[in-house]
Every structure is written in structure tokens, then in C-alpha cells.
Nanobody
Framework: QVQLVESGGGLAQAGDSLRLSCAASGGIFSNYALGWFRQASGREREFVGAISWRGGPTYYADSVKGRFTISRDNDQNTVYLQMNSLKPEDTAVYYC???????????????????WGQGTQVTVSS
């Protein structure tokens, strides 16, 4: 059974950094692109970024480009989201997800991901 578990969320102040982790189990994830999404209260889920199955390239939403970095460790079946220069508008529940096709570059469309974690809350105060 595929399971994704995010961790590393919490409270931060504007300008701080956080690193989220997503540990995957129950499958072989090295062949799949992995994505990060977020959903703020009262808003739709949005794409944050993704990393190809090869470990690069990476893709980012304009709102986080230059501040967030995605990396992966296939030996540990873990994907990371390093978030720097946090802003209050980054406040959301953050989810990792597995892209539905092997050996493919990811997309920003959430419906193309077929496994999701339970999410971790990130709250950034001004």
C-alpha cells in the first residue's frame, strides 16, 4: 500500500525558512516524478513545484520561484521542499504527491497525481 507522510511543517515568521519532508513507502518511487501542492484555508489547492524522476529538472510556481527548492533522495524514498524567505501568503497545508506515469516529467495539474500525503500545516506570521 502506497503511503506518503509529510513532516516539517509548523509556525514560522516572515523571512524564516522551513524544510518539509515527504517519506514514501509501499512502492518504487525512483521512477516517478514527485510534486508539492498547497491549499490555504478557503482557497483551491495549488501547485507549488515538482521534481522529475531523474532528480532534475525541477519546476516551480511563479509565487515561490527563487525562494523554494525541491530535491529528492531516491535511496531514502524522500522528497524535500526547502522554503526560504517565507511570507504570510505561504500559509497553507502542504501536500506531496506522486505523478501518475513512470519516467515522465511532472505537470502542475493535481489530477495527474494519483497518490497524496495527508498534508502538513505551515503557518507564517508577519
Amino acid at each position: 500500500q502506497v503511503q506518503l507522510v509529510e513532516s516539517g511543517g509548523g509556525l514560522a515568521q516572515a523571512g524564516d525558512s522551513l524544510r518539509l519532508s515527504c517519506a514514501a513507502s509501499g512502492g518504487i518511487f525512483s521512477n516517478y516524478a514527485l510534486g508539492w501542492f498547497r491549499q490555504a484555508s478557503g482557497r483551491e489547492r495549488e501547485f507549488v513545484g515538482a521534481i522529475s524522476w531523474r532528480g532534475g529538472p525541477t519546476y516551480y510556481a511563479d509565487s515561490v520561484k527563487g525562494r523554494f527548492t525541491i530535491s529528492r533522495d531516491n535511496d531514502q524514498n524522500t522528497v524535500y521542499l526547502q522554503m526560504n524567505s517565507l511570507k504570510p501568503e505561504d500559509t497553507a497545508v502542504y501536500y506531496c504527491a506522486v505523478y501518475r506515469r513512470r519516467y515522465s516529467d511532472p505537470s502542475p495539474r493535481g489530477y495527474e497525481y494519483n497518490y497524496w500525503g495527508q498534508g502538513t500545516q505551515v503557518t507564517v506570521s508577519s
